[in-house]
């Protein structure tokens, strides 16, 4: 199983963070500054795989890979291979980079949310469900499309948005017909009143 995705800068600051088991918010950062202070003093010709028994109990491991300014780190347990998973890692930058067209660390802070579906489209309760990235570009775009870009959005009222911030289509549906009803009312009111004059 994995444990967690997380991506640092060369800094030492987290850009995201994706805990599968439940992580106290002190042990999350105990385990992002061990995992960093690892890798700052690691050699760049040695392995990119460690042993993360001090951090998580035993049979951890964790797998980064460097990517410009960042470090892409899993944490996964003995049922998981590391190459496989170090092939997931590149799954995950290649979407990354077709979703944002060359990502950069600034794609990653300012589009959190959007990183944040990409890697669960990949991983799901720590678990892989996807390693085709254009399978993962599709889904994300369709996600995109109907969240984000609908222009239904500025005539739901603020409760609606945010209680209700995965609108299956069919209520969608539902919700878009009462909208233009309620349009094409206050429309035909707005009109015969003006004919009158």
């Not at 060359?102 to 990949?122: A, G, M, Q, R």
């Not at 409760?159 to 299956?168: A, G, I, S, V």
């Amino acid at each position: 199983m994995i444990r967690g995705v997380i991506i640092i800068n060369d800094q030492g600051k987290p850009r995201l963070i994706k805990f599968y088991d439940y992580q106290p918010i002190e042990k999350q950062h105990d385990i992002i500054r061990n995992i960093y202070t690892v890798l700052c003093n690691r050699a760049e010709n040695v392995s990119n795989f460690v042993q993360a028994d001090s951090t998580f109990g035993p049979d951890t491991r964790l797998v980064y890979k460097t990517f410009a300014t960042l470090y892409f780190i899993v944490i996964f347990d003995e049922s998981e291979n590391e190459l496989a998973i170090l092939d997931l890692m590149q799954v995950f930058v290649e979407t990354l980079d077709k979703c944002f067209s060359n990502v950069c660390e600034l794609d990653i802070v300012f589009n959190f949310s959007k990183v944040h579906t990409i890697l669960n489209e990949i991983i799901l309760g720590g678990q892989v469900v996807e390693m085709s990235s254009a399978e993962v570009v599709k889904a994300v775009d369709e996600i995109s499309w109907s969240h984000f870009s609908f222009p239904l959005f500025p005539f739901l009222s603020h409760t609606q948005t945010h209680t209700n911030t995965r609108l299956t289509d069919s209520r969608l549906h539902v919700l878009c017909r009462q909208e233009k009803n309620k349009f094409s009312h206050s429309s035909s009111n707005a009109t015969s009143g003006w004919q009158r004059r």
